[in-house]
């Protein structure tokens, strides 16, 4: 497991996202199939993703996750429904980039707190974490998750 962290100015992203909620024990099943939902979207629009997937958490209860799932895209690709056409906000962040099992991210949470501390940092509410590979095929040891703390 490794963390690298850092603090830098964000462009605005584009995304197409769905905001949802569910208990932490059904994530990986309602993030699947909200991800094949706008994977959908995209190729029926002729488009693709230009980064890698996302979600913002809003909270961090476990029994009841809010959060927006999506896709980074180019502009101007239209949303559907419940697929919203949004941007994640340009603007100062906290990056850390985490390898390692999605057990280990506790771990990186707690490195991401103690840099923002040590260079005296104010997160605001929300997350974003960014999924590099595919946990499906990808071993978990080897698997990257950008973490994503908007500053004050």
Do not use: W
């Not at 605005?12 to 949802?20: G, K, Q």
């Not at 980074?72 to 949303?79: D, K, L, Q, S, T």
């Amino acid at each position: 497991m490794s963390t690298t962290c850092e603090i830098k100015e964000q462009a605005a992203m584009p995304v197409l996202s769905v905001r949802t909620r569910c208990a932490a024990a059904e994530l990986q099943q309602v993030l699947g199939q909200t991800y094949g939902k706008i994977e959908a979207h995209l190729a029926q629009a002729g488009a693709q993703p230009v980064y890698a997937p996302f979600v913002v958490y809003y909270n961090m209860d476990m029994d009841a996750l809010d959060m927006d799932v999506g896709f980074p895209v180019a502009p101007g690709v239209p949303g559907e429904g419940e697929i919203q056409a949004c941007e994640l906000p340009a603007g100062r962040v906290l990056t850390a980039f985490y390898t390692g099992p999605y057990e280990g991210l506790p771990e990186a949470y707690a490195a991401v707190d103690a840099f923002a501390q040590e260079h005296n940092v104010k997160r605001r509410g929300m997350v974003y974490e960014f999924y590099h590979n595919d946990p499906a095929v990808t071993p978990p040891d080897q698997l990257i998750t950008e973490i994503v703390f908007p500053l004050v």
